[in-house]
């Protein structure tokens, strides 16, 4: 097969030849903006159904499109009132309203399984500017913005999860300003993900719009991290015409400060000795310090810890000291029947006091797209190790370049917006995806793109595992050449739910690992309903979809994992019901994956506490 397979993985490894992580960089990133002067458009907007996308396309020029481009900077009540012959298709100011952030599927029934093309509009009014410049900075919308400001466009964006932030000086008006965003939600077969996956659409502006103002010359960029050797690096990169030659002051709470210069581009680098006071950030100690970046007349804040992590052997090393991580995955839906995807600090809190306290956890998965920015935050203050991956996942058009740059930018900006984040150890580059040349290509580019932009962190993958049997043995392995690019070994392992088998398959399974490196499990669960029980009566064999099954499905599975000795950690499949279009048994599921140790609205089934009990055991025990 080599020959057809080798020029099969061709297009995607020019495609990342040509793509070289400097050309990744967004044109803004804002880093900081939660310390910047700015203007929520959190709150209602109106919005309009656009199911022909008439909104967007012209139909040979066809006139049709003025009455139906709903981006018009047009008062249509207004224009009626004149009564003249012509008439419009839309009018966005007297639309429905719907509260932004928050996906439009929980917003109405007729909306609920709505998939394409919606218009939104936010009217708002600034005071006039002071010589500076103005940024609009959509911290997520799914799938697909176009953004139009006052009739204008002013950028589009693609990808469901990752800020972008567009920059408006010019278009802003003293005074009332029309914000409309068109937002589709559509996923093809060249989106990431594609239009398949095993989770919820949740279309629409699913996070917070921020205005934001800045000096003329601006810090957009500004990073610090503790290496290996003691030290902390970084950089910091201003914008504007007076970015060259600037002093740059970087100071970590009262710790340390230094200044540096920057160069023609506006950048400047750091390299300081870590200060002889700094605490590490650790699970059992979340320090965090005020970090402060100026230059010229501006000033970005983060609260920032510092850990280092790195592999050694198959053990996985936080500030030098071995690990086991006690984790669960967990998608972006808070506690409730039915979930909009708000992820606001109170529900995201929720989510992750549940994980620290209820589980024992020191770890989540937070999959399998970049989750909100509040929760990331809320792992760094809380002290929970964070696994972050983009929704490059099951089936992706792996020969195809423009999708591949697609996930390299959707990388790049994960990466840009988190860095800061020390939860945050390991970037994922993949989840369950059947091996193939194309497949490993296109996940090897991506891995080199994380090298190259972050090259603190691990780089790990969910792969798919091999079961099969040698000599009268069950044996699972992993066949995977992606694993030479990867730091830590991560499997999705299913034996006992899906495949057909028992549970009493599980004892016997055997597993042949790489003894030299770190193996996690990314994923193990089975479904069950909460309140679903064992008949104590019935006949012997539990059956699936009842609270006993899945408690001793996890019995069984952390006994097997006891038994692989390089295992350093878990984050089972799931913390919480989630609602998935696949899943729609009218008894059992109703549209909702059942793996949770937790119902929708939070109610623990049996399988929760046998997770916390392991995990107990698990807390200061060597891995
Ligand atoms: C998987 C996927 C996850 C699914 C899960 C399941 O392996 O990674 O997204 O939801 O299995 O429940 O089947």
Not at 469 to 482: A, Y
Not at 578 to 598: A, C, I, M, T, Y
Request: hydrophobic letters at 40%; glycine letters at 8%.
């Amino acid at each position: 097969a080599a020959p057809a397979s080798a020029t099969a993985a061709q297009p995607a490894a020019q495609a990342a030849a040509d793509f070289r992580p400097a050309s990744l960089r967004p044109q803004f990133l804002l880093t900081g903006a939660r310390s910047r002067d700015s203007q929520d458009l959190s709150g209602q907007w109106t919005y309009s159904k656009d199911l022909y996308r008439t909104g967007l396309t012209d139909i040979n020029g066809w006139v049709a499109k003025s009455r139906m481009q709903r981006y018009r900077d047009l008062d249509v009540a207004a224009e009626e009132a004149r009564a003249t012959t012509d008439f419009y298709e839309f009018d966005m100011d007297r639309g429905p309203q719907i509260a932004i952030p928050g996906a439009w599927n929980a917003a109405t029934p007729a909306m609920r399984y709505y998939d394409g093309l919606v218009w939104f509009q936010r009217k708002f009014k600034v005071p006039a500017a002071d010589g500076g410049r103005a940024f609009l900075r959509f911290e997520a919308v799914n799938y697909k913005a176009y953004v139009y400001l006052n009739g204008k466009e002013i950028g589009r964006h693609e990808g469901g999860f990752t800020p972008f932030v567009l920059e408006v000086t010019g278009v802003l008006r003293a005074g009332d300003n029309r914000l409309t965003v068109g937002v589709d939600s559509t996923h093809d077969a060249q989106s990431i993900p594609t239009f398949i996956t095993d989770w919820d659409l949740y279309g629409g502006i699913t996070r917070p719009v921020k205005l934001i103002r800045t000096p003329a010359t601006f810090i957009d960029d500004a990073t610090l991290a503790l290496k290996a050797d003691g030290r902390i690096a970084g950089e910091v990169r201003l914008q504007g015409d007076k970015a060259a030659g600037q002093r740059v002051t970087v100071a970590i709470g009262t710790l340390a400060s230094a200044t540096a210069t920057t160069d023609a581009n506006g950048r400047a680098v750091f390299d300081i000795k870590a200060p002889a006071k700094l605490q590490r950030w650790s699970p059992d100690s979340p320090a965090l310090y005020d970090v402060r970046f100026s230059a010229a007349s501006d000033t970005v804040r983060e609260r920032m810890g510092f850990r280092t992590i790195a592999v050694q052997g198959s053990q996985i090393l936080l500030n030098g000291k071995p690990l086991f991580l006690r984790g669960i995955s967990l998608h972006e839906e808070e506690f409730g029947p039915n979930p909009a995807r708000n992820m606001t600090e109170q529900a995201s809190r929720a989510l992750l006091t549940e994980i620290k306290h209820g589980l024992g956890g020191n770890y989540v998965r937070l999959s399998h797209y970049p989750h909100s920015e509040t929760t990331l935050r809320l792992a760094d203050e809380m002290g929970l190790l964070v696994w972050s991956e983009i929704p490059v996942y099951w089936t992706v058009d792996w020969e195809n370049p423009a999708v591949l740059r697609k996930a390299l930018a959707m990388q790049a900006e994960t990466i840009y917006r988190d860095r800061n984040r020390a939860a945050v150890v390991m970037w994922s580059v993949g989840n369950e995806t059947p091996v193939s040349p194309a497949r490993t290509a296109f996940h090897g580019a991506m891995a080199d793109n994380v090298r190259a932009l972050d090259p603190t962190r691990l780089v790990s993958a969910a792969l798919l595992v091999d079961r099969h049997k040698e000599n009268g043995e069950d044996v699972t392995v992993i066949k995977d050449p992606l694993v030479d690019k990867l730091d830590v070994l991560a499997v999705n392992t299913y034996a006992g739910w899906y495949g057909g088998d028992t549970l009493d398959a599980l004892p016997s399974l055997k597993w042949q690992v790489p003894a030299d490196r770190p193996l996690i499990l990314s994923e193990f669960g089975a479904d069950a309903l909460a309140g679903y029980r064992e008949d104590p009566n019935g006949g012997d064999g539990m059956k699936k979809f009842t609270e006993e099954y899945q408690a001793e499905y996890y019995r069984k599975t952390l006994a097997m994992a006891d038994r692989i000795p390089t295992l350093r950690g878990m984050s089972p499949w799931i913390l919480k019901d989630f609602q998935s279009p696949r899943r729609e048994h009218p008894v059992f599921q109703n549209g909702w994956n059942r793996k949770g140790l937790v119902s929708e609205t939070g109610v623990r089934k049996q399988a929760f506490g046998v997770l916390a009990d392991y995990y107990r055991g698990k807390a200061g025990a060597a891995p």
